[in-house]
């Protein structure tokens, strides 16, 4: 994976809205990852190929997470020229295999061969690009659920498996138990350094990027744009509403 460096962290950013000028701007501030969301957020399929393109000749790997596993838009998306593909609830080693293998070409995998595909300069670099298709493309599974966690060795030795990412809101709602989501971090770390995969998260509020990483994770979403547009929002207008909140030199008088 060309974009993805081989040892050290990788951050990323969660576009959720759609915009294209969003996905410009996270290239520009130098994240390594984008992740286009179609599974939440407000992004339809034209607005991901839109995304794809946008990221495409920036130094920001585009990653699109797909709605499930099963998509039928994962050819469409590798052909358009995205870097990767995430699968969210993958919870068994067969739906891993099953994923991966669609992100390869033959004899590896079951891609469709269209040689004027996007991702190839529509055929003319197809030469140049097939053969490194395979190796650049990154296929990322999310852990969502305590079947997930169980089969997380498993997961993490299916071939194409590039990064085991912990969805950590339907894993917490799934395991209802601090403790023992805790324990499935443990768990799919040690999975991904047995097998030489990647342990990926989103920081939720109250983590840092330094535990994530001392916690074995590597492949880290540092937020999203949605969530940087509300808190400068709110921060834009806190000197605002603080300056109303005052009395007048007319109120204090009276």
Known sequence: MSWLPTTGPADGLWLLSGSTAAAELAAAAGFAWALIDLEHGQID?????????????????????????????????LD???????????????????????????????????????????????VAYRPAADARVCGM????????????????????????FIGHSDLGADLDDDAALALADVQVVAACRRHGKRAGLLLKAGRSAAEAQ?????????????????????????????????????????
């Open 141 to 164: 599974v999310q852990i969502e659920s305590a079947a997930a966690v169980a089969a997380a060795d498993a997961i993490a030795a299916t071939p194409g498996v590039d990064v085991l």
């Open 45 to 77: 399929d034209g607005d991901a190929l839109r995304l794809v393109q946008a990221l495409s000749p920036t130094a920001t790997a585009p990653i699109v997470r797909l709605s499930d596993a099963h998509s039928p838009l994962v050819y469409r998306l």
């Open 80 to 126: 358009a020229g995205a870097a990767g593909l995430m699968a969210p609830r993958v919870d068994d080693a067969a739906t891993a295999m099953a994923f991966a293998t669609k992100l390869r070409y033959p004899p590896h995998g079951i891609r469709g061969v269209a040689p004027s595909c996007r991702a190839a300069s529509y055929g003319a670099h197809w």
């Open 214 to 254: 001392a916690a074995g994770f590597d492949v880290i979403a540092l937020g999203s744009d949605l969530g940087c547009l509300q808190r400068d929002f709110a921060r834009l207008r806190e000197p605002w509403t603080k300056s109303l909140s005052k009395p007048t030199n007319k109120e204090i008088t009276q």
